[in-house]
Nanobody, 124 residues
């Protein structure tokens, strides 16, 4: 069983930066692919970024490529999402997700564990 707790959301102006954190429980953190998803009002939850268990492979949605960076700290059992050059369209609830896998997964159904979500609001 893995429990995920997100933090770091909030209100930001367009062009600003925020960093989200996701702390995980469990003893085999390095065996889990970790990802960030987001869900805006009235829209489906969508993949934002993912990182392999080793941290050696990352994947990003086209909409955030070049602006967001996902990373992980195995010792702290934490995954981060550094969000730069924020846009109003980045406004959403951001969710951390985990699955024990050797392959990168970008679909919601592929993830077994989810955090409670953290709100990010970007104003113009």
């Amino acid at each position: 069983q893995v429990q995920l707790v997100e933090s770091g959301g909030g209100l930001a102006q367009a062009g600003a930066s925020l960093r989200l954190s996701c702390g995980a429980s469990g003893r085999t953190f390095s065996m889990y692919v970790m990802a960030w998803f987001r869900q805006a009002p009235g829209k489906e939850r969508e993949f934002v970024a993912g990182i392999s268990g080793s941290g050696g492979t990352t994947k990003y949605a086209d909409s955030v490529k070049g602006r967001f960076t996902i990373s992980r700290d195995t010792a702290k059992k934490t995954v981060y999402l550094q969000m730069n050059s924020l846009k109003p369209e980045d406004t959403a609830v951001y969710y951390c997700a985990a699955v024990r896998s050797v392959q990168m997964i970008t679909t919601t159904r592929g993830y077994e564990y989810w955090g409670q979500g953290t709100q990010v609001t970007v104003t113009s």
